[in-house]
């Protein structure tokens, strides 16, 4: 990547292409609150969508065209928060003006489809960065420090489970449409986790995994076993599946001296359990949960951090995804 695009005392002005619900309270006023940052656009494909959005946010300007957004001279860099199906080429036309870009999650369809992206910024030489927020969040942080910690000893395995009752027919969306989502709920809630653990334990080297689709409600898979080998030497297995009758999220870092429960996706407390018994630890989200992220990313592009999510992270991430699923979308 080139240097920085701003010296240390520049705000970066940023642009959304999608202003849809992920970004009205998860990541949008997080550009705005963020040291050193500026939403000054949002783009919708529904103009007046976007104005509407552009006034409760009080955003200087709003497109119903994403080639303009991109084209706007006072637009520095852009967050694409569209499905996954437009990621390439948001990206690529962002690129190619020479604008960094954040992105949502999962990076893009595929892993194919990422590796372009992260090519395609890489020649441009700007950044490419992915909404795994919880890189950045405190609550995660302080996993990373008591593992990082030893408090569990050398880490030995990890185990994730995530289990949610089906919605009803007909609400799911986008989210199980494979040809706008790159998969299903799998996609969309375990690329958090799985990504997550890359952070925290280090690349995947072996993946393998089965997918099937168990309860016929649509078309993307509904249930998925997977098991996997960090570089590390740590050996994983995770189990998701979206249509049943219980609820539960909960992973698991066992150690040779204890272990670390978490969930990924609420703020129930963290348990540590040791020789010395379970401890627990409380540590709450900040009201926009995208917004460490987005000063670690705007931090970088001031030349002032790093941040800890790249395109290059959540290729990653994409590689192992495809690996799980492949049985189901790419049999034979």
């Not at 569209?82 to 992105?103: F, I």
């Not at 302080?142 to 009752?165: C, K, N």
Request: proline share 5%; net charge negative.
């Amino acid at each position: 990547m080139s240097d920085p695009m701003k010296s240390a005392g520049e705000r970066v002005r940023w642009g959304i292409i999608g202003c849809g619900d992920v970004t009205e309270k998860k990541s949008g006023p997080g550009f705005q609150k963020a040291a050193g940052s500026e939403l000054v656009a949002v783009m919708r494909r529904n103009g007046d969508l976007a104005r509407d959005y552009a006034e409760r946010h009080g955003v200087p300007r709003w497109y119903d065209d994403a080639a303009a957004l991109i084209a706007d001279p006072e637009v520095d860099a852009v967050y694409v928060a569209t499905p996954p199906s437009s990621h390439l080429e948001y990206t690529r036309m962002a690129a190619e003006a020479g604008k960094p870009v954040y992105v949502e999650k999962p990076i893009a369809l595929d892993a194919a489809e990422a590796e372009a992206m992260v090519n395609a910024c890489e020649a441009a030489g700007v950044g490419l960065y992915v909404a795994y927020y919880r890189r950045g969040l405190p609550r995660f942080r302080r996993i990373m420090e008591l593992v990082g910690e030893a408090r569990i000893g050398q880490v030995r395995t990890v185990s994730t489970q995530l289990w949610r009752p089906a919605v009803e027919p007909g609400t799911d969306g986008w989210r199980v449409d494979p040809s706008v989502a790159g998969a299903g709920y799998f996609a969309d809630l375990a690329s958090h986790t799985l990504d997550f653990l890359d952070f925290l334990l280090g690349p995947v080297t072996q993946a393998q995994g089965f997918a099937a689709n168990q309860a016929g409600l649509y078309d993307a898979e509904d249930a998925v076993s997977a098991d996997f080998r960090y570089e590390s030497g740590v050996l994983g297995t995770g189990l998701w599946c979206f249509t049943t009758g219980t609820s539960r999220d909960m992973t698991e870092v066992v150690g040779s001296e204890g272990a670390v429960r978490f969930s990924s996706f609420t703020t129930d407390p963290i348990e540590l359990e040791t020789a010395a018994g379970v401890q627990t630890i409380a540590v709450d989200n900040p009201e926009h949960v995208q917004q460490p992220l987005i000063q670690m990313v705007t931090d970088e592009l001031r030349g002032r951090g790093r941040s800890p999510s790249t395109g290059r992270s959540a290729l990653r991430t994409a590689r192992v995804m495809d690996t799980i699923l492949s049985d189901y979308y790419r049999p034979g």
